[in-house]
């Protein structure tokens, strides 16, 4: 083989190393776009064909997403609407009146706002009896907006609610929307007069909850303790307060919530 040839040579695989790794980084390029784009499996229920629902509960920890889809595998099903709770306490009915045949999926279900965090999907169906496979139904979620990391944690102590004491009722609550962020802290403080609490219940994001005993007299002005919250940093949903009832001539107390 001459010099012209091994030269030629080269030239050839220096082109087509350069054409693969031109592809190979276009295919990056593509796939990182396309990361937030990417369906997520959120949870699965197996049909029971005596009850006419079923429910999925997702954690905090899958993400905020902007769009749903269920598919049906097994057998066929009867789906007639899908409840969609999300982490802030409100609901999206979807009316699907459909029935799935084995392998179908339902069309993209845009959620209400913007990316929404979600607590738990009810599904309501037609009963049905299948003597081989029972339906199962698998929830996916995608999040085509910019981010689809959970909140972050706060830092600093921040205000996440207040509420004025009604002197005739024993209880009270605070909703905190997952837009506030995620705690390991709470605190309680109490302004224009004093109050007696007994306790408060912080229920999560995931539907799991912690009692928090206080059993203390509040004072005008006076805080609690620092809370250390169960788990890592937590989403909170709402926190509901018990108290003694009593009767204030002047001001009502006023209870609020800080987290950090």
């Not at 396309?34 to 509960?57: A, F, M, Q, Y």
């Not at 309501?124 to 972050?152: E, H």
Request: aromatic share 8%.
């Amino acid at each position: 083989m001459n010099n012209k040839t091994i030269f030629k040579t080269i030239i050839l695989v220096t082109i087509l190393l350069f054409c693969k790794s031109f592809s190979l980084l276009a295919s990056s390029t593509e796939d990182t776009s396309k990361k937030n784009d990417k369906w997520i499996l959120l949870g699965i229920t197996t049909v029971k064909g005596s009850l006419d629902r079923d429910e999925v509960k997702i954690t905090g920890s899958k993400g905020m997403f902007t769009h749903l889809k269920i598919k049906v595998r097994n057998a066929s099903l009867e789906m007639k609407k899908m409840v969609v709770y999300f982490g802030n306490g409100s609901t999206q009915d979807v009316w699907l009146k459909n029935r799935f045949s084995k392998g179908q999926e339902s069309r993209e279900i845009d959620l209400k706002g913007d990316k929404r965090l979600i607590k738990k999907v009810v599904f309501l169906y037609k009963k049905g009896n299948w003597s081989n496979k029972a339906p199962i139904v698998a929830l996916i979620g995608q999040n085509k907006s910019s981010n689809n990391n959970p909140p972050k944690l706060v830092g600093k102590w921040k205000l996440l609610g207040i509420t004025t004491v009604k002197g005739s009722v024993d209880r009270d609550e605070v909703r905190v929307t997952a837009s506030k962020g995620m705690f390991t802290h709470l605190k309680i403080k109490v302004r224009n007069s004093s109050l007696e609490m007994k306790k408060m219940i912080v229920h999560f994001g995931d539907g799991s909850k912690q009692d928090v005993w206080l059993k203390n007299r509040f004072s005008k002005g006076q805080e609690s303790r620092a809370i250390d919250l169960k788990g890592n940093k937590r989403i909170v949903k709402k926190v509901i307060f018990w108290y003694k009832k009593g009767s204030w001539s002047n001001k009502a107390p006023i209870v609020a919530l800080i987290g950090k």
